[in-house]
Each structure stands twice: as structure tokens, then as C-alpha cells.
């Protein structure tokens, strides 16, 4: 309960929503839906909260727009319709807002904003600007020209980014879906609906999993990512149910609706954030019991604990750490390829010394560059 009774005084919030919370299942926008959704954020704008929204759909409303009967496969015809669904998606939202007397502005990103330092700061300081002039910035991936290299690929971590990079305190997340459940509840009728996680286990990882529905493309398990980015960047986040009304209201008021992950204590530094999120993890690292409990007290990560590596990765690349049960505890920026390492795990620096005279780094992940996920 007690991160209920933190929310509450939440000041700055980020908002994303679904495609399936925008359209119909005929693929029709729900203009009623974006309505609520519109004057719910436009009534926190007047309260005096910072309130960032985060929306898919763009495409979606290419297709609409277009007149087409279904989505194309193709990701240039996809692209196209990006552009032109993201257009008619603003040209609604900011008729909403200012029907509310608000003035909204819209962002398009892709993960170079994150990735990039010079970048980052400056996305940073145009949301905060934004804000600061009472401006409601509407995000989504600039979808029309992004192609997979510098892609977030899905609007749930781009939330938790997004959330990271402005230090909200609160993420929501509005899906078709009320919350995170014992199961895929679309196969498993008996599953239940978690009020709380306050640790992303493997298990946790495990019942997400599942595929999600036709028109979204994160499903479940991109959501609990992104739950990870944003407790780990100290914002608390909440999963609920876009088709509820005054939803927003009801998580904000404290009530014990969707499912709420607590934020980690240690509140990262901004710089850090973009070092551990805003690149593609490209490997795996398992290490040692000793190894986690040196890592928790702040120490920088040592071969002499790692046990097992995965993936292709390469110096400078972003890896997760993992427990022997496969938990991450952190990620962060590597100083050796996979080769390299595959020689020195389980050595002392001085052992390890001898094989690699090149290598100048004694840590495998200095502290600096790393985040602690738990
Ligand atoms: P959105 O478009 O709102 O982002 P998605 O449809 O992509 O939402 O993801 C939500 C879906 O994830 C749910 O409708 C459900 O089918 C699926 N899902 C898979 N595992 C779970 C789970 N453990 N709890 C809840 N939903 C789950």
C-alpha cells in the first residue's frame, strides 16, 4: 500500500498509451476513448502536474486515414502510414487539448536521442522546456523514418525512457488489459491480477511472456522491460486498464487499481540512464553469489565472479548481469569483446593480467558505467 499512498503525490507524469486502447478491434479510432483520455490529462495539466503523453497508433490511423482495410505488412507501405496516421493522431489530440484550454507539442524520437549524449541533453531540455512553458508534449517514435538499427521498437520502453529521461515520478501505462496476471489471461481463465510487484523475478519475466493482442505489438513482456528501466531510473510505474473510466484519476487518487512496481531506492543519475537504457542489450554475463553481494555494496564488476557470458558483444557494448538463477541485477557498458572474456571469467585482475597485456581495464564493468537492477 505504501507505494499507493506515494503516488499520490506525484508531480510529474508520463502517460503512454496502447493502439489497442486507441482503436476499435475494426481498426477504427475510438474517438470517445481519446477523448476521456485527453480531458483526464488536460484536468492533472490544471492541477499543476507535469503530464507527458507517450501514444501509439500512428499507423493505425494511417490506415483509417487511407481508407485501407487492413494494415499492410510491408514496413515501407508501414512508414508511409506512419507519417501520415501521426499527423491526423495530432491534429485530434491538439484539438482535444485545446478544447481544454491546453497546448500540446509533439516529439518524435528514436533511440539515438538516448544513445547519444549531445542528444540526450537536448531531448531532455526541450521536455523540460516544454513543460516548464505548460506545454503537454504528445511522444512517439518517429516511426516514418526510424529504420531497426536506431529503433526503440516498441512505445513501453520508449515510456520508461522517456520517464527516466524528465525524472518523473510516475509512469502509466494504459493497456487492454487491467494490470499484470498470474497468467496470460487470454489462455488461462483462472489467472489472477498482481496488485504489486516490488521485484521483477524470473518467474515474473516467465508469466508475461505471452504474445499480446492482434493490434498492439508490446504484449506484456514489453511492459515489464520497460518496468525495469523506469524502477531502476527511480519512477515508480502502474499497468491498468485504458478502457476503465478515469483511470488516470483513480491511480493517482491512491486507489488499489492495475498492478504497481515500487521504484529502487537509489534514484539513477541521468547519465547514467542513458549509459544502461539506451542501448540494445548484446550479451549476458552470469555470475557468482560473492560476485552479486560485491556488486550490490557498489563494487564494479570483476572477472574473478563471472561464471558464464552469452551473446556476441563486443568492448564498449551494453550486457546484463544475471544471478545463477538468471535474475538481472544490473547492466552496463562492457570494456572486453567475447573473446577476451571467454578467457579471463573466474580470474583474478592479476592472473588475467598476464593473458591479456593489451587490455588496460581491471574491471569488466566499471561501477561507473553500470546500473544495479535490484
Ligand atoms: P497494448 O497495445 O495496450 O500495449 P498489448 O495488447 O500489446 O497491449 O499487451 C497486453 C496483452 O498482453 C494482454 O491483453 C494479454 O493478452 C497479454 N498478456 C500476456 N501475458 C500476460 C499476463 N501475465 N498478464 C496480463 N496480460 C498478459
Redesign the pocket.
Known amino acids: 500500500m505504501e507505494t499507493r499512498e506515494h503516488i499520490k503525490s506525484a508531480s510529474r507524469i508520463v502517460v503512454?498509451?496502447?493502439?489497442?486502447?486507441l482503436l476499435y478491434d475494426n481498426g477504427k479510432l475510438n474517438l470517445y476513448r481519446i477523448e476521456q483520455l485527453v480531458r483526464e490529462l488536460a484536468d492533472l495539466s490544471s492541477q499543476g502536474k507535469d503530464v507527458i503523453l507517450v501514444s501509439?497508433g500512428a499507423i493505425g490511423a494511417g490506415v483509417v486515414r487511407m481508407g485501407l482495410s487492413e494494415r499492410p505488412s510491408g514496413v515501407k507501405e508501414k512508414q508511409a502510414l506512419a507519417a501520415v496516421g501521426q499527423g491526423m493522431l495530432m491534429h485530434i489530440y491538439d484539438k482535444l487539448f485545446a478544447e481544454y484550454g491546453q497546448v500540446a507539442g509533439q516529439v518524435l524520437l528514436t533511440r539515438d536521442n538516448y544513445v547519444q549524449h549531445k542528444q540526450y541533453n537536448n531531448s531532455r531540455n526541450t521536455l523540460l522546456t516544454m513543460l516548464k512553458m505548460g506545454v503537454v508534449p504528445i511522444i512517439n517514435e518517429n516511426d516514418a523514418v526510424a529504420v531497426d538499427e536506431v529503433k526503440i521498437g516498441?512505445?513501453?520502453n520508449l515510456s520508461a525512457m522517456v520517464a527516466a529521461l524528465v525524472d518523473a515520478d510516475l509512469l502509466i501505462?494504459?493497456?487492454?488489459?487491467d494490470?499484470?496476471?498470474?497468467?496470460?489471461?487470454?489462455?488461462d481463465p483462472s489467472?489472477t491480477?498482481?496488485h504489486e510487484i516490488k521485484e521483477i523475478t524470473p518467474h515474473i519475466e516467465q508469466?508475461?511472456?505471452?504474445?499480446?493482442?492482434?493490434?498492439?505489438?508490446?504484449?506484456?513482456?514489453?511492459?515489464i522491460e520497460a518496468a525495469k528501466i523506469a524502477t531502476a531510473s527511480g519512477v515508480t510505474m502502474c499497468?491498468a486498464s485504458?478502457s476503465e473510466k478515469g483511470i488516470i484519476r483513480r491511480i493517482i487518487d491512491g486507489e488499489n487499481v492495475g498492478?504497481v512496481f515500487p521504484p529502487k531506492e537509489a534514484h539513477l543519475k541521468a547519465r547514467k540512464g542513458w549509459l544502461a537504457f539506451g542501448k540494445r542489450i548484446s550479451g549476458d554475463l552470469v555470475v557468482d553469489a560473492g560476485c552479486v553481494k560485491a556488486l550490490k555494496s557498489g563494487s564494479s564488476l570483476l572477472a574473478a565472479g563471472i561464471k558464464q557470458s552469452e551473446g556476441e558483444y563486443t568492448i564498449g557494448d551494453t550486457v546484463r548481469v544475471l544471478t545463477e538463477d538468471y535474475q538481472e541485477i544490473a547492466r552496463g557498458v562492457i570494456n572486453f569483446d567475447r573473446n577476451d572474456l571467454e578467457k579471463i571469467k573466474g580470474l583474478k585482475t592479476d592472473e588475467f593480467k598476464v593473458l591479456l597485456p593489451d587490455n588496460d581495464h581491471d574491471e569488466v564493468i566499471h561501477r561507473d558505467n553500470m546500473v544495479l537492477m535490484i
Not at 16 to 21: D, Y
Not at 179 to 187: C, E, M, R
Not at 207 to 223: F, Q, R, V
Open positions: 503512454k498509451v496502447g493502439t489497442s486502447t501509439s516498441d512505445n513501453d501505462i494504459l493497456s487492454d488489459i494490470g499484470v496476471y498470474t497468467g496470460n489471461p487470454s489462455k489467472a491480477l498482481i508469466i508475461a511472456g505471452g504474445a499480446g493482442s492482434a493490434l498492439g505489438t508490446g504484449g506484456m513482456s514489453t511492459k499497468i485504458g498492478t
